[in-house]
């Protein structure tokens, strides 16, 4: 069965540090989208793609960055890890416009 | 622009009562709509969707009709079960462009 999986599912990393989490999906989606969870905030968008070498700034993306160098994979680095960034993260993918977005099971980051 | 406002939460509810959680959306062009629910420790999964006016999405006793009269969408259910506990999240996504658009969220309890 297709999915999207995202590793890895809790990270604790230190002020200033680089971090990468993965995101890896097998629906063979041209969409892919990068979600910060937080409390009274809901969802919020960091960073989209809509296919190879393809990258979107979202609503949140200071301090983040994403590449698309094939269909599977939409990794999201954070180029120095900062205690607002503590969250979960959640990645998505879609088919095509106005599709279902299926999400993956969530990174839960705790920077310190 | 896009947005959704869906009630506050947290609702609690005792066993077999009625639940509805209200989302009303802005949207340019013709949306659709979606309801998405979140499990404790999960990812966010596709509960019931909606493409156009009039229709009715359906699934595990919840239902929802798309109203462009009162640009709304609705979650209805009519007996809910302790299993139902989670957070709900209407969504939309709009046919001029691949985002989606979310709100908030609404907390549900429901006690034997």
């Known amino acids: 069965d297709a999915e999207i999986t995202q590793s890895p599912r809790h990270k604790i990393t230190e002020t200033g540090r680089q971090v990468t989490l993965a995101c890896h999906q097998t629906w063979n989606h041209n969409n892919m989208f990068w979600y910060r969870q937080d409390l009274g905030h809901g969802l919020r968008l960091i960073h989209y793609s809509y296919g190879v070498q393809d990258t979107n700034k979202g609503e949140v993306s200071d301090g983040y960055s994403v590449s698309r160098s094939n269909t599977e994979d939409l990794p999201l680095t954070l180029e120095s890890a900062a205690s607002s960034q503590t969250s979960v993260y959640f990645c998505?993918?879609?088919?095509?416009?106005?599709?279902?977005?299926?999400f993956g099971p969530g990174t839960r980051l705790l920077v310190l | 622009g896009n947005s959704v406002t869906q009630m506050e939460g947290p609702v609690t509810l005792s066993e077999e009562a009625f639940l509805t959680i209200n989302c009303t959306y802005t949207a340019t062009g013709y949306p659709s709509l979606f309801w998405y629910v979140q499990y404790p420790g999960e990812g966010l999964q596709l509960l019931l969707k909606a493409t156009k006016a009039d229709d009715k999405g359906s699934n595990k006793g919840f239902e929802a009709t798309y109203r462009k009269e009162t640009t709304s969408f609705h979650l209805e259910k009519g007996s809910v079960q302790v299993s139902d506990s989670a957070v709900y999240f209407c969504a939309l996504t709009s046919n001029t462009g691949n985002q989606f658009y979310f709100g908030t969220g609404t907390s549900l309890t429901v006690i034997p």
């Open positions: 998505a993918s879609s088919g095509s416009s106005q599709e279902t977005q299926y």
